[in-house]
């Protein structure tokens, strides 16, 4: 009995130590800093392209880290290749026509100074012809009033050289309206050839665009490393057919990471973006890593219907988003961490 009684006594003192232990822990949480549990996430960067196309290649493998710009995938894209090179062939030939319509509206400014200047001469000469047109009619007159003092052949030869001139003027004048009507129709070229220039302008922006589509295009094929990460996971082989959107890379990025931990409605007032904290890993107990909070949550998860008391509403929880430099690459994707806020003792 004794024995018994002895055994009974020694486990009722365990039991109450172990309790007093319990508590007196639960009471040194309750007045330590706030914080929570939570997990390690990277930076995740999924790759795509806007075409459907077959894999042609795999330049890298699951798990190996990659440089920012290093080649990761390339699709088969001949089409794509041969749609770029017909539109930039069409960008040639818009590009030729555009110079030709600006040649054609040159010459056609050229033809039209040069008409304007044979007509400017024609007049010119037509009002020289006219002059001596004139004179020389008036020297008939003359002579033809002083008819018995002039012998007949000089006044024929006067008449004559009068008619003479009369026609040259008539022609003279004609040359000059010719000419006017050269420098409308130069006009009228310049404006056709104008209005073929703006639309050979626009048909070669037209065709640059193509081109530029095509180019975006057919650099689809070559899927590279937006930035340094580690390949994650290839969804896909060699050989595949891929559809637009599907992810052909799945990149992860532990240079820098983030802890998601909740914390309870009483305490989120505590937590502000900007202030440090503290991370414990499970997996480097011996070791702290201080970040930095970048967000709470403003709204809370696990929100009960009907708050009606403190004990419900104490139930509330708002995720809490800490940055963490990872230079080592110590903390990976998954890792449970305990996440405290320093200055915040209760």
Not at 148 to 159: F, N, Y
Not at 171 to 194: H, K, M
Request: some cysteine; overall charge neutral.
């Amino acid at each position: 009995m004794r024995r018994v009684a002895a055994v009974l006594i020694l486990l009722v003192a365990l039991l109450a130590a172990l309790l007093t232990y319990r508590l007196r822990a639960q009471a040194a949480l309750a007045r330590g800093p706030s914080g929570g549990a939570g997990e390690i996430e990277g930076t995740d960067v999924a790759l795509a392209a806007r075409l459907t196309a077959r894999v042609e290649a795999l330049h890298v493998r699951k798990g190996a880290q990659v440089k920012r710009g290093e080649l990761l995938v390339t699709l088969d894209c001949a089409d794509q290749k041969a749609a770029l090179a017909e539109a930039e062939a069409r960008v040639a030939s818009a590009r030729a026509q555009a110079a030709a319509a600006a040649a054609s509206v040159e010459a056609s400014r050229s033809q039209r100074e040069a008409a304007a200047a044979a007509q400017l001469a024609a007049q010119a000469q037509a009002q020289a012809v006219a002059a001596q047109r004139d004179a020389a009619v008036r020297q008939a007159g003359r002579l033809d009033a002083v008819a018995e003092d002039v012998a007949p052949d000089r006044r024929d030869q006067s008449r004559a050289g009068a008619s003479a001139l009369e026609r040259q003027a008539a022609a003279a004048q004609a040359q000059a309206e010719a000419s006017g009507r050269q420098a409308q129709a130069a006009v009228a070229a310049i404006r056709a050839s104008g209005a073929q220039a703006v639309a050979a302008r626009a048909l070669l922006q037209a065709a640059e665009a193509a081109a530029l589509r095509a180019r975006l295009l057919a650099e689809e094929c070559r899927v590279v490393a937006p930035r340094d990460a580690r390949v994650e996971e290839l969804p896909h082989e060699a050989g595949e057919l891929v559809g637009a959107g599907q992810a052909l890379v799945k990149l992860v990025d532990l240079s820098d990471v983030k802890a998601t931990f909740y914390l309870p409605n009483a305490e989120v007032g505590r937590a502000r973006p900007g202030a440090r904290a503290l991370v414990v890993a499970d997996a480097w107990p011996g070791e702290t890593f201080e970040g930095t909070i970048t967000t709470v949550a403003a709204e809370a998860e696990f929100t009960p219907r009907n708050i009606q008391t403190r004990t419900d509403r104490d139930r509330l929880v708002y995720p809490v988003e800490v940055a963490l430099p990872n230079p080592e690459g110590k903390l990976r994707p998954g890792m449970p961490v305990q996440v405290s806020l320093p200055g915040t003792e209760r």
